[in-house]
């Protein structure tokens, strides 16, 4: 057996990039999106995936999922390449990979009641033969997320923030899947809120033993859902550790900025003067050689600006930097 075949998704040197036509003197560019990004998430884990707007991380839960196909590289499912499965096989491994969308509200048809939508994918997949069947499965999905049996003939609009979200989250589970991609799942709701659906989130984990790939930019979020974190910048994994090494002792300058940006509960410790980035997000069109961190990175040497480091692992961490820790 393979390393790919013993972790439920392994994701293998993905490239995904981006034509856009027109541009200046109506020369077409490349947007590098994604670049040669490689991880992997086991059954029952968390792989909470941080990182400015921009940087990828969206695209990756996308690729994962063969929402948007990639340029370059692989993406296993429990061994199984999923670029290599036709439209059947892909139809049937969907089964077990679901997502949860960040707005709440767009995510569900206005159109629909609570019953449409969580029943949709039951009927698409035809897993129950009558209506009595997919009906009792989706009052028993409401009970799980929270929600009662008794709205199921309500609308989206009829529901709080919190309750869509509780709607999209039973819609997500209703064909047992193994893997949820989570793309900001919280961030458009009340803190009170969040942490409501935090707790069912981790709940339904133990019960069901999910895998979850959490995308956030909260990393107070981050580190009370997280096994492990991934972070990136431009395209590029930074760094993947466990969420506790992260926190305590970040090895990548960009994660120590992305902790020290945190705001500081203690009074006294917010007069302190924080380190800014210095100069300007490069950009994803044209992306600086060497590590695209050497633009912003205080650490930065002349090996930086002309030698790409590669992902190094040591002890189940990853780092990809020519002077981690330093």
Do not use: W
């Not at 979020?221 to 991934?230: G, M, P, Q």
Request: a positive charge.
């Amino acid at each position: 057996m393979t390393a790919a075949e013993t972790h439920l998704v392994s994701v293998e040197h993905v490239v995904k990039e981006f034509r856009l036509s027109g541009g200046f003197r109506g020369e077409s560019q490349i947007v590098h999106a994604v670049s040669d990004v490689s991880f992997y998430i086991d059954e029952g884990e968390t792989l909470a995936m941080v990182g400015e707007s921009g940087c990828g991380k969206s695209t990756v839960g996308r690729l994962i999922l063969r929402l948007a196909e990639p340029t370059g590289g692989t993406v296993r499912l429990e061994g199984r390449d999923l670029g290599a499965l036709d439209k059947t096989q892909m139809r049937e491994a969907r089964r077990a990979m679901q997502i949860i969308f960040q707005d709440p509200y767009a995510s569900l048809n206005p159109r629909m009641n609570v019953y449409m939508i969580i029943a949709e994918p039951l009927i698409a997949h035809k897993i129950y033969n009558t209506r009595a069947e997919t009906e009792n499965r989706v009052r028993e999905l409401m009970s799980l997320v929270g929600l009662r049996p008794e709205q199921i003939n309500r609308y989206p609009h009829q529901f709080s923030g919190g309750q869509r979200q509780r709607i999209g989250i039973a819609r997500a589970l209703a064909l047992n899947p193994k893997l949820i991609v989570c793309d900001e799942p919280v961030s458009a709701l009340d803190v009170s809120i969040q942490a409501q659906i935090l707790n069912l989130l981790c709940d339904l984990q133990r019960g069901l033993r999910l895998a979850y790939l959490f995308i956030s930019h909260d990393l107070s979020v981050v580190r009370y859902i997280s096994d492990r974190v991934c972070v990136m910048f431009l395209g590029k994994v930074c760094e993947i550790a466990k969420t506790e090494e992260i926190f305590e002792k970040p090895m990548h300058p960009y994660t120590r900025f992305l902790l020290e940006a945190l705001p500081k509960p203690n009074p006294h410790a917010r007069k302190e003067k924080k380190a800014l980035l210095a100069g300007e997000m490069p950009s994803p069109v044209n992306p600086p050689p060497g590590c695209r961190f050497h633009t912003r990175c205080p650490k930065a040497g002349e090996i930086c600006r002309i030698d790409e480091p590669k992902p190094m692992e040591n002890g189940g961490r990853t780092v990809a930097c020519h002077f981690p820790g330093a």
